[in-house]
């Protein structure tokens, strides 16, 4: 059985969001498989889909509803979960098969995509990894009763994790890539040049912005002293992948 887990917090994306991840995994996937989403709104989402409570980190706003929270997938145990899990992001668009990333290294706990934004640091980015519950609980610990040491030494929780996880391995390089680092043409070239999908990729994670939803339409949220550099040609290619 496959296990695949994404987590949906708050408002900022809907239920759609899981419906349509669902969907992509459901084809891009051979054989039975779990999907569960943690979440503190499971209304709207579909009922393939088993949601169960998203849980919580006791740590100051507003750290506790962002990246850091997903640092609770390393509790000791997590309810009615057991073994190796996919975690996926919501905002990730999945191109190719994921059958690969439950067969590469076996013997390996906690396996994540390269920090592209950094990359050769041993920075993993927590768009797509997989880990296995139970494994390193001391992330979280850690994170909960030495928060202003953990706060004091890292700004995000991806470094946080990756610095301080006992073991670490990354995914192929070419299987994970970042929308604006592997697709969006370099200035001014995206100007007249549209986002390309390179043919090896199976996730590509869009974190920041523009979320696939506003990539598809070529708008890219900025300030507008930044709007100049931050254009994109419409990237129609994901409304062929991104769908419930």
Not at 12 to 29: E, H, T
Not at 189 to 198: A, G
Request: include cysteine.
């Amino acid at each position: 059985m496959k296990q695949l887990i994404c987590m949906k917090w708050g408002e900022k994306f809907p239920a759609d969001y899981v419906n349509r991840l669902y969907g992509m995994v459901s084809r891009n996937i051979t054989g039975p498989f779990r999907f569960v989403c943690m979440t503190d709104r499971p209304e709207g989402v579909r009922s393939e889909v088993e949601c169960k409570p998203c849980p919580t980190v006791s740590i100051p706003e507003p750290h506790c509803n962002r990246g850091w929270r997903k640092v609770s997938l390393w509790a000791e145990t997590l309810p009615e979960m057991t073994g190796d899990w996919l975690f996926l992001d919501l905002d990730v668009v999945i191109t190719g098969t994921l059958d690969g990333f439950f067969t590469h290294a076996p013997e390996k706990n906690y396996l994540v995509m390269q920090n592209w934004t950094q990359p050769g640091k041993g920075i993993g980015n927590t768009s797509v990894f997989r880990f296995r519950i139970g494994s390193h609980p001391y992330l979280l610990d850690k994170l909960l009763n030495q928060t202003d040491d953990v706060f004091g030494q890292f700004t995000n929780s991806q470094t946080y994790i990756s610095k301080t996880v006992k073991e670490i391995d990354f995914w192929p390089d070419e299987w994970c890539i970042l929308f604006k680092t592997h697709c969006v043409p370099l200035w001014p070239m995206r100007y007249w040049q549209t986002p390309i999908l390179p043919e090896t990729a199976r996730v590509v994670a869009f974190p920041g912005v523009p979320n696939p939803h506003e990539a598809v339409q070529g708008r890219w949220p900025a300030p507008w002293y930044k709007r100049p550099r931050k254009f994109i040609r419409p990237a129609v290619w994901i409304e062929s992948y991104w769908r419930g």
